[in-house]
DNA sequence: AAGTGGTCTAGACCACTAG
DNA sequence: TAGTGGTCTAGACCACTTT
């Protein structure tokens, strides 16, 4: 070619996923529509296969399309879960028997799987967290309408809770915390740590997240009214899953 | 070279990826330290330069690493500050004229540039939020060490701060908040809505994001005790420079 | 001047999806 | 079977940083 590069304009790749991005935002092409795949591009701009890959990569990376192989690349959905922080938590909830994650979902189906309850040695944060050496740890994923959308370690000191129905698969009505209340050591108070960054590949797996995805990494720990740390909760969330609600006072 | 490829082990990129990751991840690499560039993997593991590339850019993509032109690839620093959901907006901070942002970084020095002050018509979710069809806007950005670290737009019914010190850039002891108080509409009740994605070009050079850097979206609105809404604050954060905290009580 | 990452070309073979 | 995205090679020129 040995076109005249001006070299002060974008790169090819930059202005042509510029393009389809004011696309995609205007409206002009929606949810789940098909883009111009490699080949079209490489037609419609004269350019090299690796070049009209680098432009649908930008789009991917933002979030803004999802790729399927054999099939093509297309504009990406995003519908979330409204997760309230506080009034989830609120004692009604699980002192009335029901699980948290209904305050979620409200109604929408829901499942848990990769159920895995075990004793060990607590991690040095979690330990620090916690007070204690060994904890039980409850691994579990959650689908909402089949789809994998969090991942949650919950951990509580080994001694608090050896021989309760926090060590079994079924916890009963109320769940966890309704069991830590027959221990006599409700849950209080709660803090949440809110991050956000790219996924990981067991992450990546565990949740099916396409390019682009970001998770939310909460980790909430939480107190008897004496101020006794009781559960450390690690959740990974998929970003595209998720708004996080949180109401409090001046 | 036509090696066996076997095809169920994953593609050369990603072995090498991982390779590096595992190294990062065990601390044997270390924040800032220079991970081996394209040339090297090039000749370590007999391969194309796109092939190498392609490997880096993995590790890019999640934020593990960052590349500096005509220098290296380097491992990523993470140094958040803590942002506190409710005890920042506590009365007692705005109620006593100290600014909101000095909960945050408690004495880390930091900066507001690109102030705009405008008043204009409000678009559709603005103006559902505040009922109200005119506001005006508070953008900035705030820098740490000299660092972009989040951008803000806050919004206010035009009709209800016209005149104020609110529609000006020095907004007196307290900061807005006060102003609201001084107008007979202090803030009571906040609640703040949380998601996370991938930026897009504007907010990319605004922050100074590389590569694998989500952002953190916060929509604050502000009601009076009566629940009238005051304020609406969009704000943008850089996820590697923040973490959010939030107390509760069950 | 030498080395680095950034962009781009022109091919190739593969696995997967769809009509 | 034809088309799609996924991986890979072997080159090239550029702007930038470092020495």
Partial sequence: MSESPVSQEPPIYRRIADGLRTRI??????????LPGENTLMAEHAIARATARQALAVLINEGLAVPKRGSGVYVRLFKPIRRHGSRRLSREQWGQGRAIWDADTRGRPFTVDEVEIV???????????????????RRRRYLVDA????????????????????????????????????????????????????????????????????????????????????????????????????????
Same sequence: chains 1, 2.
Avoid: C, K
């Fill in 25 to 34: 935002l205007a409206g002009e092409l929606r949810d789940g529509d098909r």
């Fill in 119 to 137: 004793r060990q040695p607590a991690a040095p944060d979690v330990a620090a967290a916690l007070d204690a050496d060994e904890v039980w740890v």
């Fill in 147 to 250: 789809r994998p959308v969090q991942l949650a370690s919950s951990y509580f000191p080994a001694e608090v809770v050896e021989g309760s129905a926090i060590t079994l698969h079924d916890t009963g009505p109320g769940g966890v915390y309704a069991r830590l209340g027959d221990l006599g050591l409700p849950p209080a108070h709660f803090t949440e740590e809110v991050r956000a960054r790219m996924p990981r590949p067991p992450e990546t797996d565990l949740l099916d997240l396409p390019g682009g995805t970001p998770v939310i990494e909460v980790s909430r720990t939480a107190f008897t009214a004496s101020g006794r740390p009781v559960e450390v909760n690690r959740m990974v969330l998929d970003s595209a899953a998720y708004i996080l609600q949180y109401d409090f006072d001046a």
